[in-house]
């Protein structure tokens, strides 16, 4: 019961401080790391444009 509190009273916080504009950007920013960080642990990495062509190349190479 405790638990359930402290997570209401941590979501009004997150809610009170972020907006509710910015609150669903907040959530697709979250869930874009949170598949980054699960694609970087299953070892599936994914090349971004900003990449210079060597790192493509090495990236290729494993």
Same mark, same amino acid.
């Given at each position: 019961m405790n638990l359930d509190k402290t997570l209401i009273i941590a979501l009004i916080l997150v809610l009170v401080v972020v907006g509710p504009t910015q609150l669903p950007k907040l959530a697709k920013s979250f869930g874009?790391? !949170? *598949? !980054?960080? *699960?694609?970087?642990m299953d070892g599936k990495f994914e090349v971004s444009a900003g990449e210079s062509d060597a790192a493509k190349a090495e990236s290729v190479k494993d």
């Open positions: 874009r790391s !949170a *598949k !980054a960080l *699960k694609d970087g």
